[in-house]
């Protein structure tokens, strides 16, 4: 199975400044189709997950623009350029390269 | 408008069975690859598995054998069946819509594995 770490696990933030979040695969996330599949997802307080960032670098419907990520291969970061209050929770990388989906441990992220 | 429900969750013994319930809206089930990710009381997230629109079906490792996806396109629904439960399964279950992964999901249902 592909491991995913991610770091740091937790991360207290002022609002307005930016943050960002670490994750390594166990092996490249490169499909021979050109895709990258990695995922990002944000669980706040007591809510169901949502999708965040696809295949590495697009933002889903609804998102906003503070959120982008980047990375390639095997290493992959979630920035957030200002953030804001409603914005903590719990952030979680994903894999779909291969099957079983594998997900890294969470990063908290709080408001100073 | 998307809107997934669960339903079925509930307290089982160790070694029971419970089938749990997603019932899908806005979009057709059939069509869809339809995912059921789980999550301990306080921990992260773990996918289960997955059927394609294809009728494929895949588990994690840790349900193979014992859980069975599958859906009924007359009602727009997605199950899981779960057996031989083990205090280790308790969690909050979720289904979710597919394409791009797990970009739809529901409220999830707790299951309790407890005598």
């Known amino acids: 199975d592909i491991v995913m770490t991610q770091t740091p696990l937790s991360l207290s933030v002022t609002p307005g400044q930016p943050a960002s979040i670490s994750c390594k695969s166990s092996q490249s996330l490169l499909h021979s189709d050109g895709k990258t599949y990695l995922y990002w997802y944000l669980q706040k307080p007591g809510q169901s997950p949502q999708l965040l960032i696809y295949?590495?670098?697009s933002r889903f419907s609804g998102v906003p623009d503070r959120f982008s990520g980047s990375g390639s291969g095997t290493d992959f970061t979630l920035e957030i350029s200002r953030v804001e209050a409603e914005d903590v929770g719990v952030y979680y990388c994903?894999?779909?390269?291969?099957?079983?989906?594998?997900f890294g441990q969470g990063t908290k992220v709080e408001i100073k | 408008e998307v809107q997934l429900v669960e339903s079925g969750g509930g307290l089982v013994q160790p070694g029971g069975s419970l089938r749990l319930t997603c019932a899908a809206s806005g979009f057709t089930v059939s069509s869809s690859y339809m995912s059921w990710v789980r999550q301990a009381p306080g921990k992260g997230l773990e996918w289960v598995s997955v059927?394609?629109?294809?009728?494929?079906?895949y588990y994690a490792d840790s349900v193979k054998g014992r859980f069975t996806i599958s859906r009924d396109n007359s009602k727009n629904t997605l199950y899981l069946q779960m057996n031989s439960l083990r205090a280790d399964d308790a969690a909050v279950y979720y289904c979710a819509r597919d394409r791009p992964p797990l970009r739809d999901w529901g409220q999830g249902t707790l299951v309790t594995v407890s005598s």
């Open positions: 295949e590495v670098s």
């Open positions: 994903m894999q779909s390269l291969h099957l079983p989906r594998t």
């Open positions: 059927i394609y629109s294809s009728g494929s079906t």
